[in-house]
Every structure is written in structure tokens, then in C-alpha cells.
């Protein structure tokens, strides 16, 4: 069974601060991966993806993760937060020829002015 | 080009009361998805479609019927709403490519059972 665990649930940091979303995962082989953000009362919108060949992959909004095959990690980072980076992000696998997707439980993130 | 939209945004039924919601998508994608989000509990896949006239039960499909008689149009049925299926719910679209694609997501419609 595959899965995705987000062991921090809320973090806070102040604007201008660096940002690292921790996510963990379960499966067989090497997964496709991806990142998303929810902004309050919205849907959910593609931070960025890895499926193979470089493991630092860059995304939108100035983000990046980096895929540890070893620790089953695929970690978000960001050097400085802004304030509109506050919302919920979540991590999710699919398995290759596998249609659906699973989602951790998401990181709330609130930032401080 | 509206992307994943979703009617209605909002409702409120009582317990017992049915109704459908309806996903559409512009993007002429193969896959189309159904979830349901819960504090604390991330997304969960209720059911999904891959390809007009296909459907198969996902994680959580108890109490909901979908159908997918067109391309576009993705409907998600709940016959008799429960308390429990107060949630948030969102419709979520992909290509064919079981590889990478990414999911495009619908902005959620909230349903209250009371």
C-alpha cells in the first residue's frame, strides 16, 4: 500500500524567513510526486512534480523540492516567504500506471509580518 | 478556457435528501476525479472515470453513485445524504498520460447535511 505522510500539521514562520514543508512516503518503486497549495476557500493548485532525472526539481511561486530516494523524502523549500505564500500545501504520489493519486494531510502555513 | 468548474458551489440538505453534483472540465481530458476533503484528513478519492461511459470506485465511495455520459461531465450522486458526508468537495481532471500528468482541480463545491 502506498502512502504520504506530512508530520508537521501547522507551521508558522515570519516573512522573509526560509520555509522547508517536510513530506515522507511509502511505496514499492520510485513514485511520481507532487506538491500542491490550497488557498483558503479555493481549489488546489500544481507546485511543481518529479517523475525521474534531476532530484532538485523547481516550481512555480519561487518553490523547490528535492527527492531523497534514500530517506523517502520529496521536502518543499522556499528561501524567503511572503506573506501570500500563507495556505495549506499538500504532497502527493501516484504510482506509475496507477491513476489516482494519495494526498497527505496537508501542512497549514501561516506567516507572520 | 474555464478549466474544472463545479455546480453549485455551496448547499445545504437535510438528512435523507438527494442531489447531484455536476463537474465540467473544457480541457478535453481523459480522467476525471472525484474527492472529498475533510479537516485533518487531506483529500480522499470517493470515485473517478477514465474515459466517457467508465467509472470505478475509489477509496471512500460508500453513499455516492457518479456517471460519466459525456467527456466533459463528470456527475458525483448522493442518494440519501448522511451527516458524515459533510465535506468539501472537489472534481479533478487529468490526460490519459498515466505518467506525470498533473490533476487539475476544480474550485470545490461545501455541502451541509444537517
Known amino acids: 500500500a502506498q502512502s504520504v505522510t506530512q508530520p508537521d500539521i501547522h507551521i508558522t514562520v515570519s516573512e522573509g524567513a526560509s520555509l522547508e514543508l517536510r513530506c515522507n512516503y511509502s511505496y514499492g518503486a520510485t513514485p511520481y510526486l507532487f506538491w500542491y497549495v490550497q488557498s483558503p476557500g479555493q481549489g488546489l493548485q500544481l507546485l511543481l512534480k518529479?517523475?525521474?532525472?534531476?532530484?532538485l526539481v523547481q516550481g512555480i511561486k519561487g518553490f523547490e523540492a528535492e527527492f531523497k530516494r534514500s530517506q523517502s523524502s520529496f521536502n518543499l523549500r522556499k528561501p524567503s516567504v511572503h506573506w501570500s505564500d500563507a495556505a495549506e500545501y499538500f504532497c502527493?504520489?501516484?504510482?506509475?500506471?496507477?491513476?489516482?493519486?494519495?494526498f497527505g494531510k496537508g501542512t497549514k502555513l501561516s506567516v507572520i509580518p | 478556457n474555464a478549466g474544472v468548474t463545479q455546480t453549485p458551489k455551496f448547499r445545504v440538505l437535510k438528512t435523507g435528501q438527494s442531489m447531484t453534483l455536476l463537474c465540467a472540465q473544457d480541457?478535453?481530458?481523459?480522467?476525471m476525479y472525484w474527492y472529498r476533503q475533510d479537516p485533518g484528513m487531506g483529500l480522499r478519492l470517493i470515485h473517478y472515470s477514465v474515459g466517457e461511459g467508465t467509472t470505478a470506485k475509489g477509496e471512500v465511495p460508500d453513499g455516492y453513485n457518479v456517471s460519466r455520459l459525456k467527456k466533459q461531465n463528470f456527475l458525483l450522486g448522493l442518494e440519501s445524504a448522511a451527516p458524515s458526508q459533510t465535506s468539501v468537495y472537489f472534481c479533478?481532471?487529468?490526460?490519459?498520460?498515466?505518467?506525470?500528468?498533473?490533476?487539475?482541480f476544480g474550485p470545490g463545491t461545501r455541502l451541509t447535511v444537517t
Open positions: 480541457m478535453n481530458h481523459e480522467y
Open positions: 502527493s504520489l501516484r504510482g506509475a500506471g496507477s491513476y489516482q493519486l494519495t
Open positions: 518529479y517523475f525521474s532525472g534531476d532530484t
Open positions: 479533478a481532471s487529468s490526460t490519459a498520460n498515466r505518467g506525470p500528468s498533473e490533476q487539475y
